[in-house]
Nanobody
Framework: VQLQAFGGGLVQAGGSLRLSCAAS????????MGWFRQAPGKEREFVAA????????DYVDSVKGRFIISRDSAKNTVYLQMNSLTPEDTAVYYC??????????????WGQGTQVTVSS
C-alpha cells in the first residue's frame, strides 16, 4: 500500500484548503482512510476518518463543522476539505489506511506528510 498526500500550503486564517491522498491499492474499499496531523512540539493526533465503504465518518472535536472527509473509489483517493482554518490547524498532515473500521486507531499504512500553514 502506497499513499501519496498533497494539497498543503500556506493560507490565511479563515481560508480553505483541500488535501488529497491517492492510494495505490488493489481494492480501495478494503481500507478505511484517515487523516492525522502533527504540529511542532506536539504528538500526532487524529483528525478525521472515513470507513471502508464510506458510510461512517469521525472527526476530532476541534475540526467538527469545519472539515469534511470524503472518498472517491473511482480515483482511489480520499479528501480532506478544510474550511475556516485557524493558526491552530498548522501542522504536517498525514493520510493513513487501515483494513479495519475502527477509524481512530490501527492504521498500518502511512503516507508522507503535507505541510499546512495557517497565518493569522
Amino acid at each position: 500500500v502506497q499513499l501519496q498526500a498533497f494539497g498543503g500550503g500556506l493560507v490565511q486564517a479563515g481560508g480553505s484548503l483541500r488535501l488529497s491522498c491517492a492510494a495505490s491499492v488493489r481494492t480501495f474499499s478494503n481500507y478505511a482512510m484517515g487523516w492525522f496531523r502533527q504540529a511542532p512540539g506536539k504528538e500526532r493526533e487524529f483528525v478525521a476518518a472515513v470507513s471502508r465503504r464510506g458510510g461512517s465518518t469521525d472527526y476530532v472535536d476541534s475540526v467538527k463543522g469545519r472539515f469534511i472527509i470524503s472518498r472517491d473509489s473511482a480515483k482511489n483517493t480520499v479528501y480532506l476539505q478544510m474550511n475556516s482554518l485557524t493558526p491552530e490547524d498548522t501542522a504536517v498532515y498525514y493520510c493513513a489506511a487501515s483494513q479495519r473500521d475502527y477509524l481512530r486507531i490501527l492504521y498500518a499504512y502511512w503516507g508522507q506528510g503535507t505541510q499546512v500553514t495557517v497565518s493569522s
